[in-house]
């Protein structure tokens, strides 16, 4: 087997991007089901406590996964960049110095997260009566969050050459194993939230070395060596420079999110693993979004590397175009079909019913994530990622997590009053991204204009 690569710097947008988007979108739709299973499993076969530990759990695990998934966007977009410029030999060294950083950080990630299990749970306010489950289960994922950083390694790298479709066999490899290990540990066994724990780890560990017997047999589009593999500071360097500031941003949205968890697990053990559920619904309405945010990214960054800035931005508008239609129709299942939703998830009437409340607040944000994440993924391929964290920031610190509080000392309590502060941040930072799109056309064109000058 082997690849070569897509060039997105030339011929047709829409097909090629639809093509590359396309594998994203299931590899996320894999990645967000191998995530529910646990939940799914959990909340038809154990008991509330232990739907309440895995909902907590899994939001401290999606916290680091989206944090490490953003500082790997600095390498898909580095790779990216040097491939539409051409400069194939550059690229082989940035491959390595991204190799050198993620192992380091693999290793201090893992030991950090596992030492810190019960801090972690004690600050997410787990209800009392499932501490200990919750304690557990983000120990035991904690212990394989190294193979997390070698998927997304892996993914970064593929699709910062155009190669989406690796990344999708990773992680369908990793959720049959999960789907297998859950019904097996937590169905036949009823090792409840550990069981889900265990099998989300050896799920993530045989799905990694796969991944890298696979690597074995692929031809990259560009020289690569083992002696690129070292900490080469240019390039480690140019990685954090666009790398750090996307991992900030995903990592105040998902810390905006656990302490809202945090607020509703104040409400009782049935708010917070309904909220839990709803969440895990809500990464499934979100995948279009989701998907071109990713690709997005990676088809930018190719054509701003050659200096396509036409190009780039009819990426966009067809990406958002696209979403806007999936997003009117997750919006119309979520807000008037919510019920039935979070019934596939749980048994109890009454959890199910307080995630279908919450819901709906993210029913609303399905319309405006469309314009959002599509916005992030063009402004990220540009190598604008200062701008993407400080609308990240805003969005969470000074909108979402005071408005989720304000909303929560309000009688009587509504967690669908809660969940407007997710929109509510999500419109003001579209309002942001318009703004600083109609800045960074008029910067790009005055560039094309010197260009042309010097031509």
């Not at 500082?71 to 491959?95: D, H, P």
Request: glycine residues 10%; charged residues 10%.
């Amino acid at each position: 087997m082997q690849t070569e690569g897509t060039n997105f710097t030339k011929g047709a947008i829409a097909g090629p991007l639809f093509r590359f988007a396309l594998p994203v979108l299931l590899a996320l739709l894999l990645q967000t089901a191998y995530g529910a299973v646990d939940l799914m499993v959990v909340g038809q076969f154990a008991a509330a406590g232990d739907t309440s530990a895995v909902s907590t759990g899994s939001q401290v695990m999606q916290t680091i996964t989206v944090t490490i998934t953003g500082l790997a966007m600095g390498l898909t977009i580095l790779l990216g960049q040097k491939i539409g410029q051409g400069s194939a030999r550059e690229a082989g060294r940035v491959m390595g110095a991204g190799i050198w950083l993620f192992l380091v950080i693999g290793v201090i990630v893992t030991v950090t997260a596992t030492l810190g299990a019960r801090p972690l749970s004690v600050v997410m306010h787990a209800p009392p009566e499932a501490l200990e489950q919750t304690v557990s289960y983000v120990a035991i994922c904690s212990a394989g969050t190294v193979f997390i950083v070698a998927y997304n390694l892996i993914g970064s790298i593929f699709r910062g050459i155009g190669d989406a479709k690796l990344p999708l066999i990773t992680v369908g490899i990793a959720c049959v194993i999960n789907i297998a290990g859950d019904l097996l540990l937590v169905a036949v066994f009823g090792l409840g939230a550990v069981g889900a724990a265990i099998a989300t780890v050896a799920a993530q560990a045989v799905s990694s070395l796969l991944s890298l017997l696979i690597i074995h047999r692929r031809t990259l589009p560009f020289e690569f060596t083992k002696k690129d593999v070292r900490p080469d500071s240019r390039w480690v360097k140019a990685i954090f420079r666009l790398g750090v500031p996307c991992a900030l941003q995903d990592l105040l949205a998902s810390i905006s999110f656990l302490v809202i968890l945090a607020i509703v697990n104040g409400l009782g053990v049935i708010a917070s693993a309904g909220v839990g559920v709803a969440e895990r619904l809500c990464g499934f309405l979100m995948l279009v979004p989701s998907a071109y945010m990713q690709s997005m990214s990676a088809f930018v960054a190719q054509n701003i590397g050659a200096a396509e800035f036409v190009r780039a931005r009819k990426a966009l508008f067809i990406g958002v175009g696209t979403a806007v239609v999936v997003g009117i129709a997750m919006f119309v299942l979520a807000y008037f079909d919510g019920i039935a939703l979070t019934r596939i998830f749980v048994s109890d009437n009454e959890v199910a019913l307080a995630g279908a409340d919450y819901l709906k607040a993210y029913a609303i944000d399905c319309l405006l994530t469309c314009f959002l994440f599509c916005y992030i993924g063009y402004f990220n391929g540009c190598g604008s990622t200062t701008f993407v964290m400080i609308q990240g920031l805003i969005g969470a610190l000074a909108l979402r997590l005071p408005l989720s509080w304000l909303f929560s000392r309000i009688e009587p309590v509504s967690l669908f009053r809660i969940g407007l502060a997710i929109p509510i941040a999500t419109v003001v930072q579209i309002t942001l991204c318009f703004v600083y799109y109609a800045v960074l056309r008029r910067r790009q064109d005055r560039l094309a204009v010197q260009t042309a000058e010097l031509a």
